[in-house]
């Protein structure tokens, strides 16, 4: 079911020509890793943010607010599609905590330097392995450092 959310949220943003990058767990597999998704999580600019809800109004499931949680401040919304959680966050303002030093730093999100990787048999703009393990070291929870291993390995 994820490959149908991936094509749905795909689908809308391509429609409008709203840029966007996968992250998490997604674009740890488009880099080798192997293990099941929870969710799909990507990023858009901000100032397409807006039009991202209200195009995917009939889908949410978490309205857009900005929220911290699980080393995450930021504003984003989710939808469900199909039975899977589709997070759409809001480039702009985003933060992670950086669990070594314990400290929130931001989180830049650099579209320009997306990677694009067929995954699932959808080609996707994916933050670049660089990044992605950058982040994920920062914020060191269990299924992240279990990506990092994966995405190692495969390399």
């Not at 990677?115 to 080609?123: A, C, F």
């Not at 992605?132 to 060191?140: E, T, W």
């Given at each position: 079911m994820h490959h149908l959310a991936a094509q749905w949220i795909v689908g809308l943003l391509s429609d409008r020509r709203i840029p966007f990058?996968?992250?998490g767990g997604l674009a740890a597999k488009g880099y080798g890793a192997e293990r099941d998704l929870n969710d799909i999580d990507?990023?858009?600019p901000g100032e397409y943010?807006?039009?991202v809800v209200r195009c995917g109004r009939?889908?949410?499931?978490?309205?857009a607010a900005h929220r911290q949680?699980?080393?995450w401040d930021l504003t984003y919304v989710q939808f469900k599609y199909k039975g899977i959680k589709v997070e759409v966050g809001n480039a702009d303002g985003a933060w992670i905590f950086d669990a070594g030093a314990e400290t929130w730093v931001p989180l830049n999100i650099?579209?320009?330097?997306?990677?694009?990787?067929?995954?699932?048999?959808?080609?996707?703009?994916?933050m670049t392995r660089e990044d992605?393990?950058?982040?994920?070291?920062?914020?060191?929870r269990a299924v992240d450092l279990e990506d990092i291993r994966a995405i190692s390995e495969s390399m």
């Open positions: 990058q996968v992250c990507l990023f858009v943010f807006a039009t009939e889908y949410v499931s978490k309205a949680e699980e080393g650099d579209f320009s330097r997306s990677r694009i990787v067929s995954v699932m048999g959808i080609e996707l703009p994916l992605l393990v950058r982040y994920k070291s920062l914020l060191s």
